[in-house]
């Protein structure tokens, strides 16, 4: 039988890889181990890279797994979601995994400047209402700017054709460095084995929308400092669903 939320969060307690700050603490009290993640947390000197919105944590757990001579930690505010991976990282003893519960809308305040090189957005929320909130948005990508290294690197990976064209747009519109941008990642030709090794890493979420017969997209663009950024003014189609097997409620056919 599965633990309850009541007892994955007595877990994470005493957990030493999960750090949980909700907005009503850390509105109050600093983070102290900002811009210190390596020397307090990881021991070391390698780059990280934040999972945002990490759901169970997988993709991050095997991220680590993959590149041991790097650093991650996932990000979300769903505790007993991250405690699989949390428990995860622990059970095999991997020492470059953490976890951070917290909203993403604060998570500049966990961060000093330059102390992160990559951002993974792996099935996010596409936000189909509220621009402001897609972590995609330049609303997000000036907070990411504040921690994140000029020309780090952001990877979204997403089953919503919504998010994935109004990312496009935002890159294209601010002339962001596109790195690689497809709309079916498992059918692109051409990928060298490691980077195919990367994006075949499935999530819980993702091998439903797989079964749900979508394609996944992916895209991974460069986000420098130097840039002035600006909302691009397009119309997007939105999607016919607003998470697994749950349709949009709105009669909108369009958004920006």
């Not at 944590?57 to 949390?86: C, H, Q, S």
């Amino acid at each position: 039988m599965s633990k309850g939320k009541l007892a994955k969060f007595a877990d994470m307690e005493r957990y030493e890889n999960v750090f949980q700050y909700p907005y009503s603490v850390v509105d109050n009290v600093p983070f102290e181990m900002k811009g210190l993640w390596r020397q307090q947390f990881f021991m070391n000197t390698n780059p990280i890279v934040l999972e945002m919105g990490c759901g169970k944590g997988e993709y991050t757990v095997e991220l680590a797994r993959l590149f041991p001579e790097m650093n991650f930690i996932g990000v979300d505010i769903k505790g007993a979601r991250m405690w699989t991976g949390a428990t995860m990282a622990l059970k095999e003893g991997l020492k470059n995994v953490a976890f951070l519960r917290t909203s993403i809308e604060i998570i500049d305040r966990f961060f000093g400047v330059d102390e992160v090189q990559e951002i993974w957005l792996t099935f996010s929320d596409p936000q189909m209402k509220n621009p402001r909130k897609r972590l995609t948005s330049t609303y997000f990508m000036e907070r990411y700017r504040r921690f994140l290294t000029d020309n780090g690197i952001v990877h979204l990976k997403t089953d919503s054709n919504f998010l994935f064209e109004y990312t496009s747009y935002m890159v294209d519109h601010n002339n962001l460095p596109l790195l690689f941008r497809t709309r079916d990642l498992y059918h692109e030709e051409g990928l060298d084995d490691k980077t195919r090794e990367i994006l075949s890493i499935q999530t819980y979420y993702e091998k439903m929308w797989l079964e749900r017969g979508l394609n996944i997209k992916y895209q991974k663009f460069l986000l420098p400092h130097s840039a002035t950024l600006s909302e691009p003014e397009v119309e997007i189609e939105l999607d016919d669903y607003r998470s697994y097997r749950r349709d949009k409620r709105s009669s909108l056919e369009k958004a920006r």
